[in-house]
Every structure is written in structure tokens, then in C-alpha cells.
């Protein structure tokens, strides 16, 4: 569930990398083009990283979700006790 007032944030911390990308690109744009395949393979790496961390995230989410469910459960299932604990 996303709230509305970090997208207009995020969009702001999205521009502030993508303008400073292009100054670095602009300065150093005989490196970069000089070595764009291992640039390319390093993209791809590093989208592939937030991907699964992304989806890591998620599942550990849902998980931890489904056991305080199941934990409530089974505790309200219990009886109390006869005699009340010191």
C-alpha cells in the first residue's frame, strides 16, 4: 500500500539521479562509451539485484503476515488457566 504523499518525493529523489547521472555522463562520456558492454552487463546485474530483493521483501512480508495470523489463532484458542499465574 503506497502513500501518497512519498510519490511526489521519490519522483523528486528519481529526477535529482537522473539530472546528476547526466552531468557525470556528459563529463566522462569517452569512458563510458569506451566501455558500455561492462556498463550494460553492470546495469543489468544491478536491476536484477533490486528485482529479487524487491520480491525477497515481499515474500518475507507475506510470511510474517501468515504466521502472526496463525500465532493469533492459536492463541485465542487456549483456555484459560484454573488458576491465576504468580
Given at each position: 500500500m503506497t502513500?501518497?504523499?512519498r510519490v511526489p518525493l521519490a519522483l523528486l529523489d528519481a529526477l535529482a539521479a537522473g539530472l546528476?547521472?547526466?552531468y557525470l555522463a556528459r563529463d566522462?562520456?569517452?569512458a563510458l562509451v569506451s566501455h558500455?558492454?561492462?556498463w550494460s552487463i553492470a546495469a543489468v546485474v544491478?536491476?536484477?539485484v533490486i528485482v529479487v530483493a524487491c520480491r525477497g521483501y515481499r515474500?518475507?512480508?507475506s510470511t510474517s503476515t501468515r504466521m502472526e495470523a496463525i500465532i493469533a489463532d492459536e492463541l485465542s484458542r487456549r483456555k484459560p488457566s484454573p488458576?491465576?499465574?504468580r
Open positions: 502513500m501518497p504523499g546528476g547521472l547526466g566522462y562520456r569517452d558500455g558492454p561492462a544491478g536491476i536484477a515474500v518475507l512480508r488458576r491465576p499465574r
